[in-house]
Each structure stands twice: as structure tokens, then as C-alpha cells.
């Protein structure tokens, strides 16, 4: 019996197209020139090796070269900022380097794990006893003393009077980040018994509060990290060091990795994952609260989590993600305030009202906006979603191509194509979509790792809208969203407008179960699954999408462009490369448009000052921090004001003159539903104030001026 499975494409997502499965998609153990695996683990690493070795796209060879990768990134896992093991630990672990291979291979017996979980049970309670000790006494924060926060440069303390040192600088940092915190409280407040507290007090306090959430991480560790767990870890370290998005899940989740705040449940609509003993954003769902407020962004920490308008911040440090949901979590309409740790170091406290998961935010939307004597359309595409489940079910395609229509009835002078924050979705979506805007022809190349090369086409000789076109991007336009851009791109039909490149991930994943099912209806397979990268995105012109994402034609400077988010910041990530291109017809394109615009980009001030300082925040990203009071509050000040003028410049002083599409506003304004009309307004809200879309939209009414892109060549 065969299951047909149908997926998506999306950043950090799933697979690309349907997969006959079933029959062949359970790995099943091969006969190999090893020695019978004994133990469960030695059968699922095996299975993993092997998997992996005749599977993946790009497998690396199991050699020593990738046991000593293995080694130094799951002791990173397990110890992340260098404060658990000795260097003597890893000293005594070094006998395994160069066998992890060997284990994979199934040549030899599972003896790195069990080494390091001898070794990590032990320094557990030493730990402890070092952190509860340090923080029973008061710190002092005039010291002229500085802690290096990157965990690339520290190195593990040689004894343990210098993991006691180390212990205690990291230790003041985070007294220092909540006593400060604290100190901010007492100004703002108008509470007397807040007011009247003295500086010891709030150091205490401080301390009271850093111990609370190590206390509690540590505890969850305990429980939580078993050696079972840990072996686990170890499993995904192998498959990530093949590519980023090769990933081991085991039979039962015990961690809510990918908890969704959504739908009946009532919350913000982001992603959640405990890293390091904090909570951190994996990700936004198109339509969610967060999405929408603009405030959060993938990788930023929630630090503390408060109810309503004034109730208690509580700091979640240390918790588990499914305690920090249950926080986040509450009845629709209420307020939970965040405090957000940004990438940069700063922090930022954001209101957000709990709410369904919208659909119809997702779904694309469209406005007119007056430039002069030129009327401009923007389309708006959240995400290439495609809802196959129904006959009549929503798909992005046949939206935009309703949007466009409304836009042409208007008679615009051009279109934008809004693709910002657009993490993927529906292949078959994205060539549909590139074909409201070319005729019939190639729009993506897909190979696999024994080098067969797909060519995906457009077939559909008409062409919907064939005037001014631009696509805007940015950093976290991922997938489905870098294969419509390069198509545009490739087919010189219009002009791609935003950020230095997109994400860049150009790999396809499916899930592969692992052993035998265990139920055959639900997919459970006895030793879990794997999401394996087994094919590579292609462009017309023939590179590739992965790593290198889309290059804008037109760079805008991106408050966010500094940040390392991409792929290319992933060491494990599969390189850039080409293959032949595919035959197309070509459009003149708008090259003479593309240079004016860039010339023009250079010389406004808001971008010049935006780009100047996303480039100082770059530099200082990972600046020692002073652990003197007053260096400490200098440094926070001045990144929180470099950060807060980035903010304050992305958002115009005047707002455009945007017109709602009549049949838009006999939907929105005009509907019993009052909530529809309502989320519309702040979105269009939002979009009046964009820099982005008013630069983008000068640029579409000077491609407006050029003559028509017609094609060239074949």
C-alpha cells in the first residue's frame, strides 16, 4: 500500500512536491560491511550513517575530518558559553575525536556519549554549588571589567578557580543587565515603595532574580537532559553538520521545539525554541500578533513575559518552552507584554493583544498608491500558501491574479510585488505566479544528488499583467519567495528591490521515518524521523539560490541587514554553485532604471544614516561588554539609540496617499465582521509609513516612463 504525500517549500520548512511514499520512504537497516549493531542506539546511528551516506544531496565523507566537526559542535551544544567542563574534560575526551566516524559507521561501540555523560552528570552539581555561592554576595560595578559574550572567543577554564572567575563575570553580567533594568523601574515609577528603594536593595533584588531563573534552568536540565536526550542531541549534530536543514527527530518529542501559538489556543503566532536555557524566536506565522505588530523578529529572546497592561514581568529564563507558553498564552483580546532581547544586545519591552491565527491576514491584499501623476499598485504575499485539502481552497496564485486584475481596472502605471518577510510555501504556486507575468517558458531547475536536472515550467502562454514590475525583499524572503525573485530576475522582467540578498536557501527537504512503523496511518516509525536535504533549487540563468539567496538590483539599506541570520552565517550550509542554463526568452529589462535608481539611493540621507548605522552595529555586535555601571548604561544607550533612530528613519513622517480598491472596502469597511475591518486598517496603517514601499514605488514610476520590457531572444 502506497501514501501520497504533498508538501511545501519554505524556509526551514518541509519538501517540494509530492512523493509517492510509504512503500520506499521507510529506511529500512541495508546490509553493510559492519558488525551487527547490539544496542538501540548503535542500530538508529547506523541507520542514520547510512541513511545519510546514500540519501543526502551533498553527503560529507564519515572520516576524522568530520569527527572532530561532530566533537566540537556537541560539546558546544552541551556547553555553550564554556562554563560546565574543564579543559581537562575535554582533554580527556579527546581520545574519541577522531572515532566518532566509526561509530556512525557501525565499526565500533557507542563510547563518545557515554564519555561525556560521566563526565557532564558529575559537573552538574559542581556547577551548582559554584553559581549559588558567587551569587550569595553582593556585586560591586565599579570594576573596570569586561566580558567577551561571543562564545567563538572563549576558551574552557583551565581549573576550577577559572571556571569559578569565569562563573563569576558571567554571572555579574546578568545581575548587572536586571540591576540596571531595575534602576530604570525606580525612575520611571510613581510607586512610593518602588521609589524609596535604595541601590543595595535593587542589587539584591537583582541577584534574587538571576538566581531564580539559573536555579530553575539547571533544575530542568537535571530532570529534563537525560542521557537519553542528549544522545538525541548528538544524532541532530550529525545530521545538521551535513546542511542546516537536515534534521533528526526522535520517536517522541520530549521538548516542544516547534510550539504554535495559534488558533483556538489564542496567542502571538511565532515559534518558539529553548536554546541555551533562554526562549528564542524561530519564527513568525504570517497573520500572528507578532507578525503583524512589525516589533519581533526571528532570533530575538524573550526575556520576560508580562499579563496585561501593568501586570509583573516575569522572567522566563531557564524555563521550559511549554512553561513559557503556557505564560505567553491567554484569552483572546487580552494583553501579554514581551521584553525582547534583540540580536544587537538591546532590549525592548512590546505590547501584543492575543489573537487568532487569521487566515485572511495571510491571504494577498492590494492598494493603490498616488505618486505624482502616476497611480502605483502594491500586492501584499505574507506567504505562497495553496490549500489543497479543498476543490475551492485558497491558492496565492489565483488571488495575486484577482489582485491584479482589480489593480488593472484601476489603470496603474505599475505593480509591486511585496515579498518581504515571505519565508516560502507552494512551488507549484510560485511557477503559477511567475506566469501572470511572463508567457510560457522555465522557472525553476531542480537537481538531484545523482545530478538529474528537472526543469519546472511555466505553461501557460498568457500573460495576465506585462507592464512596470518590482519584487521587494529582504533578509528572511526565503524558498518559494527567492525562486519567483530570480525568476523576474533571470527573465529581466522587472526589478528586484530591497536588502543586499534574501535568505538563501535553495535545498529541498522530505521526511524519511527511520526503522520499522509503528503506526502506519500516523507515520511513526520506531526510531523517529529525519528531514533530509535531498535536491537542490536551480535558477534559470543557472546558479543556484542556494547560500547566495537573490542580490537586489536595487540595494535600500535594511536596519536588519547586519544581523547574521542568513544561510551564508550557517558554516554547515551547502555551497553556492551553477549548472547549465535553461533556454528562455528574454525581456530588454530595465538596466538604464537600475543604475539612476542607485545612484539616487546613495545620495538620501535616511538610507546614507540607516546604512551607516547598521554598519556600526555590525562592528559592535559582539563588542566586549563593559561590567562597569556607568560604561555598561553608555553602551546600552548608544545601541538602543542607534537602533531606535534605524526604527524611527524606516518609517515616514507623512504618509502616502494610498487608495483602499473599492471591492476592498465594500469587504472591510463595509462587513458585519468588524474584526476583518479592523485588522485591515492597521495593516494599511502600517503601510502608509513604509520608507520601503514609498521608495519602491518612486522606482516603479520611473520604470513606468521606460517602454515596455519585450522579448528579445530565445
Not at 581549573?159 to 555579574?172: F, G, Q, S
Not at 542589587?203 to 530553575?216: F, H, I, P, Q, Y
Not at 532590549?347 to 491565527?357: G, H, W
Not at 521515518?513 to 543557472?542: I, M
Request: net charge neutral; with cysteine; hydrophobic share 35%.
Amino acid at each position: 500500500m502506497q501514501k501520497i504525500m504533498t508538501f511545501m517549500i519554505r524556509n526551514k520548512g518541509w519538501v517540494l512536491f509530492t512523493i509517492i511514499a510509504f512503500a520506499s520512504i521507510f529506511f529500512a537497516f541495508k546490509k553493510i560491511n559492519t558488525p551487527t549493531p547490539q544496542t538501540q542506539k548503535e542500530k538508529l546511528l547506523t541507520a542514520i550513517g547510512q541513511l545519510l551516506a546514500e540519501e543526502h544531496y551533498s553527503p560529507k565523507p564519515f572520516d576524522d575530518a568530520f569527527s572532530k566537526q561532530v566533537f566540537k559542535k556537541y560539546l558546544e551544544e552541551l556547553d555553550g558559553e564554556k562554563t560546565l567542563f574543564l579543559q581537562s574534560d575535554i582533554n580527556s575526551f579527546r581520545k574519541y575525536e577522531t572515532t566518532i566516524d566509526d561509530e556512525i559507521k557501525g565499526g565500533s561501540e557507542i563510547e563518545f556519549t557515554p564519555a561525556v555523560d560521566s563526565i557532564f552528570d558529575k559537573r552538574i552539581p559542581e556547577v551548582i554549588s559554584i553559581y549559588r555561592n558567587i551569587l550569595s554576595k553582593p556585586f560591586s560595578f565599579n570594576a573596570n571589567e569586561t566580558l567577551v559574550t561571543d562564545a567563538a572567543k572563549q576558551e574552557y577554564p583551565s581549573d576550577d578557580n577559572a571556571r569559578i572567575e569565569k562563573w563569576r563575570k558571567h554571572l555579574k553580567y546578568l545581575v548587572l543587565e536586571r540591576y540596571v533594568d531595575l534602576i530604570e523601574q525606580r525612575e520611571k515609577s510613581k510607586v512610593d515603595s518602588i521609589i524609596k528603594k535604595t541601590d543595595v536593595e535593587l542589587e539584591a533584588e537583582a541577584r534574587g532574580k538571576v538566581l531564580k531563573s539559573t536555579d530553575r534552568m539547571y533544575e530542568r536540565i537535571k530532570v529534563k537532559l537525560t542521557p537519553d536526550e542528549r544522545f538525541n542531541m548528538f544524532v541532530n549534530v550529525i545530521t545538521n553538520l551535513m546542511d542546516p536543514h537536515t534534521d533528526f527527530f526522535p520517536p517522541v518529542e520530549k521538548r516542544a521545539f516547534d510550539e504554535q501559538m495559534s488558533g483556538r489556543f489564542y496567542g502571538i503566532g511565532a515559534q518558539l525554541q529553548e536554546q541555551d536555557g533562554n526562549i528564542k524566536i524561530m519564527s513568525l506565522i504570517p497573520g500572528g500578533p507578532a507578525w503583524k505588530s512589525g516589533e519581533l523578529m526571528a532570533n530575538d529572546i524573550i526575556v520576560k513575559v508580562g499579563q496585561g497592561e501593568k501586570g509583573e514581568m516575569v522572567d522566563i529564563t531557564g524555563f521550559d518552552v511549554s512553561d513559557a507558553v503556557k505564560l505567553i498564552r491567554g484569552n483572546k483580546g487580552t494583553i501579554v507584554r514581551l521584553t525582547l532581547k534583540k540580536s544587537d544586545g538591546t532590549y525592548k519591552t512590546v505590547s501584543l493583544q492575543r489573537d487568532e491565527i487569521v487566515q485572511d491576514e495571510t491571504f494577498a491584499r492590494s492598494v493603490v498608491v498616488k505618486e505624482g501623476n502616476k497611480k502605483i499598485g502594491v500586492i501584499s504575499l505574507p506567504d505562497f500558501y495553496a490549500d489543497f485539502e479543498r476543490p475551492n481552497g485558497a491558492k496565492c496564485s489565483e488571488d495575486v491574479a484577482k489582485e491584479i486584475i482589480k489593480l488593472k481596472d484601476e489603470k496603474v502605471d505599475g505593480i509591486i510585488m511585496d515579498l518581504r518577510y515571505n519565508g516560502g510555501g507552494s512551488l507549484y504556486e510560485v511557477i503559477r505566479m511567475v506566469g501572470l507575468f511572463i508567457k510560457d517558458g522555465p522557472v525553476v531547475q531542480v537537481k538531484d544528488r545523482d545530478g538529474k536536472i528537472v526543469v519546472m515550467d511555466d505553461k501557460d502562454p498568457d500573460v495576465l499583467y506585462d507592464g512596470p514590475l518590482a519584487v521587494m525583499v529582504n533578509e528572511t524572503s526565503a524558498s518559494a519567495s527567492e525562486i519567483f525573485a530570480a525568476a523576474i530576475q533571470d527573465y529581466k522582467r522587472g526589478v528586484i528591490v530591497g536588502s543586499t540578498s534574501t535568505y538563501g536557501k535553495g535545498t529541498v527537504q522530505r521526511n524519511v521515518p527511520l526503522g520499522k512503523p509503528l503506526d502506519f496511518f500516523s507515520g511513526r516509525s520506531e526510531f523517529g524521523a529525519v528531514k533530509l536535504t535531498f535536491q537542490k533549487f536551480y535558477r534559470v540563468s543557472g546558479g543556484s539560490t542556494q547560500l547566495k539567496g537573490v542580490s537586489s538590483d536595487v540595494v535600500l539599506p535594511d536596519p536588519y541587514d547586519y544581523i547574521k541570520i542568513r544561510e551564508k552565517d550557517n558554516p554547515s550550509a551547502l555551497p553556492w554553485d551553477e549548472i547549465k542554463k535553461a533556454n528562455a526568452a528574454l525581456f530588454t529589462g530595465y538596466s538604464d532604471v537600475i543604475q539612476k535608481e542607485n545612484d539616487r539611493i546613495k545620495s538620501n540621507p535616511s538610507f546614507g544614516l540607516i546604512k551607516s548605522n547598521t554598519d556600526w552595529l555590525g562592528k559592535n555586535l559582539d563588542a566586549p561588554v563593559s561590567l562597569e555601571l556607568n560604561k555598561y548604561k553608555e553602551q546600552q544607550e548608544k545601541l538602543k539609540g542607534t537602533v531606535n533612530q534605524n526604527t524611527a528613519l524606516a518609517k515616514l513622517k507623512n504618509e502616502m496617499n494610498m487608495d483602499v480598491l473599492k471591492p476592498d472596502y465594500d469587504k472591510f469597511y463595509n462587513n458585519p465582521d468588524k474584526q476583518k475591518g479592523e485588522r485591515y486598517k492597521a495593516w494599511l496603517k502600517g503601510l502608509k509609513s513604509d520608507l520601503y514601499i514609498n521608495e519602491t514605488v518612486k522606482i516603479v514610476s520611473d520604470m513606468a516612463n521606460h517602454s515596455n520590457p519585450l522579448a528579445v531572444s530565445r
